[in-house]
C-alpha cells in the first residue's frame, strides 16, 4: 500500500483543489444513442464510478450539430443535453469529484451524411483521406468545404454558447479539443490549412483561431477553468501530415499560452513512432514542460510506473489515462494497493449499452462477490 507515491498527491489547479493526479483522459464512448443526442442514465453511472479521478475530461462533446462526425456522440449545445449532463455532474460531485467536459468540433473527419448531404466544414478544401464513422458504418470521407470567415465565427461563437451551456449544467471546467486532427487541430497545419486570410498562412495566423476560442470562453467562464489539449507530433493518423513547420507551430502557440491564466495544458506523447521523421519531436513533456509555465498533464500510453515517474522527474504535473479507466474505474485505488489492472475489451469500445461500459467492477465489487 504506497498512498505516498507522487499520483496520488492532491494538485492545485487554479481555485480547485484536485485529490490526485490520476486524470480521465477524453474517451468517446458512443453511448449516446437517443434522438437527443443527450447523456442519459447509463452515462451517469458510467462516470459516477469514476469519480475516484483527480478530474474526469469527458468524451469529446459537439458544440453544434455541424460538428458532429461520429454516431451516438452527445452535445452540449441543446437544452436535452443540459439537462443531461446536469445528472452526470450532479452525480459525479455527490462522489467528491471533478469533471471537466471536452468541446469538440470534428471538422473534416465529419461526412455528408451528418449534414444532410451538406459538405463538413474545414479550414481548407482538403479531403484528409481518412475513415468517418458514419451511421451506415465506416465511409471514406471526403473533400470538405472551405470554411468562410462568417463560419469561422459562428463556429467560435459555437464554441463560446457550448461553454456557457457547459457552465449552466454544472461542469468545474472545460477542456477545449484543438488535438488529434480535429477542427482547430487542421488549422494549425499547412498540410490542412492553405487559407490565404488572417486564418492562414503564417503560424501566427494558423494559430489565431485557437485563440480567438479562448478569448471568447474568457465571456461566459473563468479563465482559470479552462484547459486545452494539443498532441504536437500526430502523424499519418486522421489525416493528419506533419511538416517542417509544424513544431515551431506548436512552439508558438505553447509559448503564447502562457499569456494566459488557464486551468491546464493537456499534451500528448506521440501516438505512434515518430523518431525516424527529423522535423518531429519524439519528447513532448521535455521539450514543453520547460516551455510552459502552468500546470501540464501528460497522456498516451502510461501506466502507474512511468506516471509516478514523469511526475517525479519534474516534466508533468498530473497524467491522463485513457484505456485503463475504461476497465479500472478505481484507478487510483488500483494504484495505491498496487492491484493488478483489468484488461480492456477494444470490442465494446463504442457500442451502445452497458456491456464494456459500466460492468468493470470496482476492487471493493471484486471483494463482494
Ligand atoms: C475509446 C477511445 C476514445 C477516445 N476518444 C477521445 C476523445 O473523445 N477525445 C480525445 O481527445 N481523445 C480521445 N481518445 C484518446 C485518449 O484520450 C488518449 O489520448 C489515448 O487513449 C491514449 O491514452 P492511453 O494510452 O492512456 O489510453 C480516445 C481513445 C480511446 C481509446
Do not use: C
Amino acid at each position: 500500500m504506497d498512498r505516498k507515491q507522487a499520483l496520488l498527491q492532491p494538485i492545485q489547479v487554479g481555485d480547485l483543489t484536485l485529490k490526485n493526479r490520476v486524470w480521465m483522459a477524453p474517451m468517446t464512448r458512443s453511448r449516446a444513442n437517443n434522438e437527443a443526442k443527450a447523456p442519459f442514465d447509463i452515462h451517469i453511472k458510467y462516470y459516477k464510478q469514476r469519480a475516484s479521478s483527480g478530474l474526469i475530461i469527458t468524451e469529446g462533446s459537439q458544440i453544434s450539430e455541424k460538428a458532429v462526425g461520429y454516431i451516438n456522440t452527445p452535445g452540449i449545445h441543446t437544452e436535452a443535453q443540459v439537462e443531461g449532463w446536469k445528472k452526470v455532474t450532479e452525480a459525479v460531485h455527490k462522489e467528491g469529484g471533478h469533471i471537466f467536459i471536452q468541446l469538440w468540433h470534428v471538422g473534416r473527419i465529419s461526412h455528408p451524411d451528418f449534414h444532410n448531404g451538406d459538405l463538413p466544414h474545414a479550414p481548407s478544401a482538403i479531403n484528409p483521406h481518412a475513415k468517418s464513422f458514419t451511421p451506415k458504418g465506416f465511409k471514406d470521407t471526403v473533400t470538405p468545404k472551405e470554411m468562410t470567415i462568417e463560419d469561422i465565427k459562428q463556429t467560435i461563437l459555437d464554441f463560446k454558447n457550448a461553454a456557457k451551456n457547459a457552465m449552466d449544467a454544472g461542469f468545474d471546467g472545460v477542456e477545449i479539443h484543438s488535438s488529434n486532427g480535429y477542427l482547430l487541430h487542421q488549422f494549425f497545419s499547412r498540410t490542412s490549412n492553405v487559407r490565404m486570410d488572417e486564418y492562414g498562412g503564417s503560424i501566427e495566423n494558423r494559430a489565431r483561431i485557437l485563440f480567438d476560442v479562448i478569448d471568447a470562453l474568457k465571456e461566459v467562464m473563468p479563465e482559470n477553468r479552462i484547459g486545452l489539449r494539443l498532441n504536437p507530433s500526430l502523424h499519418g493518423i486522421f489525416g493528419m501530415e506533419a511538416d517542417e513547420e509544424t513544431i515551431p507551430t506548436f512552439d508558438y502557440i505553447i509559448e503564447k499560452l502562457n499569456q494566459y491564466n488557464l486551468a491546464y495544458l493537456h499534451l500528448s506523447e506521440p501516438f505512434n513512432e515518430v523518431s525516424e521523421i527529423p522535423y518531429l519531436e519524439p519528447h513532448i513533456a521535455k521539450r514543453y514542460r520547460p516551455m510552459y509555465k502552468g500546470a501540464l498533464v501528460i497522456n498516451a500510453a502510461f501506466d502507474q510506473e512511468k506516471g509516478n515517474q514523469v511526475i517525479a522527474e519534474g516534466l508533468a504535473d498530473a497524467v491522463a489515462f485513457g484505456k485503463p479507466f475504461i476497465s479500472n474505474p478505481d484507478l487510483p485505488e488500483r494504484f495505491a494497493q498496487d492491484a493488478s489492472l483489468a484488461e480492456w475489451d477494444t470490442d465494446t469500445f463504442y457500442t451502445p449499452g452497458e456491456k464494456g461500459y459500466t460492468d468493470y467492477p470496482s476492487l471493493e465489487e471484486i471483494k463482494v462477490d
